[in-house]
């Protein structure tokens, strides 16, 4: 796979390479921790996957084997949340996770070594999850002083059953890869050297199917969670391919043309 740069940045790499973005955090030094500049690069890489046409799937990723993210930087955790060089305090990775449920594209969350936190809470928000043989998963709220009670809790118990899901954020113990396989936590355990490439590879299967009904079934998933506001991005994907059809043309050609619209050649289905 040829990885080519598609956009500068200080805190993420944002690749492309066939049809697939890989976006990668890249704060080793902290185990990916992320500040709000963080946040706002993969904001903004994201806003780029979605516009972009060539791009079905995306890889998220944390730069190295130890962590794929430890959630927010607890260093510039300020009062209000984690402050940037704007000074003002941001939860910013929340806007994210509602970014990455609605990105009408498959994102597969590729980790090796810690996920951990908020950023725990990254992989979950992600369709699928690949997990190295190192990958170690758990929440640290409760004993860090913060908790992620919107999808952090409401995913998760979705994800794993409420039994499981308040064992983890009441225990905040760590769970090695096998241990959330057997959970329905992640989709694989591959060694450690494997899991970019098998990445890959998920992706490329995704690739060969239809967009739009992947653009569909992942607006489906989140229909219920999200209420109101899943149903307007499932019901938008509606009207985009109401767009498509001659029937849809025929209201806005009559409307410009002046005339009364002609729907009587289209069948009402039962
Ligand atoms: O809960 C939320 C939110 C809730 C609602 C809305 C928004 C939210 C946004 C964020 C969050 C959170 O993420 S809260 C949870 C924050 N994260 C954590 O509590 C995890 C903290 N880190 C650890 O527990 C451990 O570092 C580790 C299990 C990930 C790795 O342990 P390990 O391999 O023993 O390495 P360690 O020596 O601990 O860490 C390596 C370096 O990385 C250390 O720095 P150094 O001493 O070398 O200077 C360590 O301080 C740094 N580091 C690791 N994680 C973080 C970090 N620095 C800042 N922030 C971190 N999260």
């Known amino acids: 796979m040829h990885w080519e740069t598609a ?3 200080e805190d993420i790499r944002y690749e492309k390479a066939s049809g697939i ?3 990668t955090i890249n704060r080793p030094e902290v185990r990916n921790a992320f500040r709000p500049k963080t946040v706002s690069e993969l904001i903004d890489a994201f806003n780029r996957v ?3 046409s060539e791009v079905g799937v995306v890889i998220l990723t944390g730069e190295g084997d130890l962590a794929f993210c430890s959630g927010g930087d607890q260093r510039v955790r300020g009062h209000g949340g984690y402050v940037g060089d704007d000074e003002i305090p941001r939860l910013n990775v929340l806007d994210l996770q509602r970014q990455i ?3 009408p594209k498959a994102v597969i969350a590729a980790v090796a070594g810690y996920a951990i936190g908020g950023g725990h809470v990254l992989h979950l928000v992600c369709d699928l999850t690949i997990a190295a043989e190192n990958a170690r998963f758990g929440q640290t709220g409760p004993r860090v ?4 009670a919107g999808y952090g809790t409401g995913i998760l118990a979705r994800t794993i ?3 499981r899901a308040k064992e983890i954020w009441f225990l905040c113990r760590q769970y090695d890869a096998h241990e959330a396989y057997d959970m329905g936590l992640v989709n694989k355990v591959v060694p450690v050297d494997r899991l970019q490439e098998e990445a890959v590879l998920w992706a490329q299967e995704i690739l060969e199917k239809s967009p739009m009904a992947i653009r569909f079934l992942k607006a489906s998933f989140n229909v219920d969670t999200d209420g109101l506001a899943g149903l307007q991005q499932m019901a938008g994907d509606a009207t985009m391919m109401f767009y498509m059809t001659e029937e849809a043309r025929e209201g806005k050609n009559a409307f410009l043309e002046k005339r009364q619209p002609d729907f009587s050649k289209f069948p009402r289905l039962p």
């Open 101 to 103: 449920r609605m990105l």
């Open 21 to 23: 973005a890989k976006i």
């Open 50 to 52: 979605r516009d972009d």
């Open 161 to 163: 059953g409420m039994k």
């Open 145 to 148: 002083g913060s908790f992620d």
């Open 7 to 9: 956009h500068e940045y």
